[in-house]
């Protein structure tokens, strides 16, 4: 398998590894383009199996306050769309393995153009896209120019999501199944893991994609329990929370940050690996 399917040859791996993978979200360009390419750099020796880009945008849907600020800071240090592919394009000039998935909202895909965005996304490195707000039933006009150039459009499930629309959510899922823990919004309250695990066993037993967990994650042993029973935790607020402590009072970033956001992601895979030599049961 290629470097064109970084996401399965990642999940491949951590099966072969038995234990489930840690994704981590950080805003691009927050708080400023230089420190987020520093951070997203250090990501994977520091334990991140996959990456998580979020795409500053003004009308969030799917966010809390936290990533809401951060996009907010993102967007006044003068991050584009055009911006955050060139961070991926940096990123992929010392690292061809690791998965790097875009996650945003259609409109300023729309306005770039679906088929340019999904060109230009490939060229840059990246692996998948998650749209928040790109239901399925209008997936096909993103899907089609993804799907030409080998991008995984990976879909949002949740615990209102019935097996009727389960069906319709994974008509077009590729790479995997991001199953959000709780209904509401990013950073706010933790899933019990017994729901996650009930619902994650539900969702396999219509694809055999991965399923990875977030939403509500904060810490290590959070993240540790989720990634037992899914393929993968999905940890984003509580970084960009650890970020934003290490910010002066003028919003610019102080000479520890990247090192303390950096021995966070070392403490949340720390957690996920004690588990390694878990059963795994898919």
Do not use: C, W
């Not at 966010?63 to 600020?69: K, N």
């Not at 150039?149 to 899922?173: K, Y």
């Amino acid at each position: 398998m290629s470097v064109e399917h970084r996401i399965a040859r990642r999940f491949a791996s951590l099966r072969q590894q038995r234990r489930g993978g840690l994704i981590t979200f950080l805003t691009a360009g927050d708080p400023d383009l230089g420190t987020s390419i520093d951070i997203m750099r250090r990501l994977p020796a520091a334990g991140a199996d996959l990456i998580e880009i979020g795409m500053p945008f003004s009308d969030p849907m799917a966010d809390g306050p936290i990533i809401q600020v951060s996009s907010q800071r993102a967007l006044r240090a003068g991050q584009t769309v055009r911006r955050t592919l060139g961070m991926v394009a940096a990123f992929r000039q010392a690292d061809l393995e690791t998965p790097i998935i875009l996650m945003g909202y259609y409109n300023p895909i729309y306005s770039y153009g679906a088929h340019a965005f999904a060109a230009d996304a490939k060229q840059a490195g990246v692996d998948g896209l998650i749209v928040v707000d790109l239901p399925p039933e209008e997936a096909e006009e993103l899907y089609v120019p993804a799907s030409a150039v080998g991008l995984d459009l990976i879909f949002l499930a949740t615990p209102t999501t019935d097996e009727r629309r389960l069906g319709q959510v994974l008509r077009f899922a590729r790479g995997f199944v991001y199953y959000v823990a709780i209904t509401g919004v990013t950073g706010t309250r933790s899933a019990g893991i017994a729901e996650v695990k009930s619902a994650v066993q539900r969702i396999r037993r219509h694809t055999t994609l991965p399923v990875a967990v977030g939403f509500g994650i904060r810490t290590p042993e959070q993240a540790a329990a989720m990634a037992a029973v899914a393929d993968a935790s999905v940890v984003g607020s509580s970084l960009v929370a650890m970020l934003a402590e290490h910010l002066d009072a003028s919003g610019v970033a102080r000479a520890d940050l990247v090192d303390n956001v950096v021995a966070f992601v070392g403490s949340l895979a720390h957690g996920i690996r004690g588990l390694a030599a878990r059963e795994v049961v898919k």
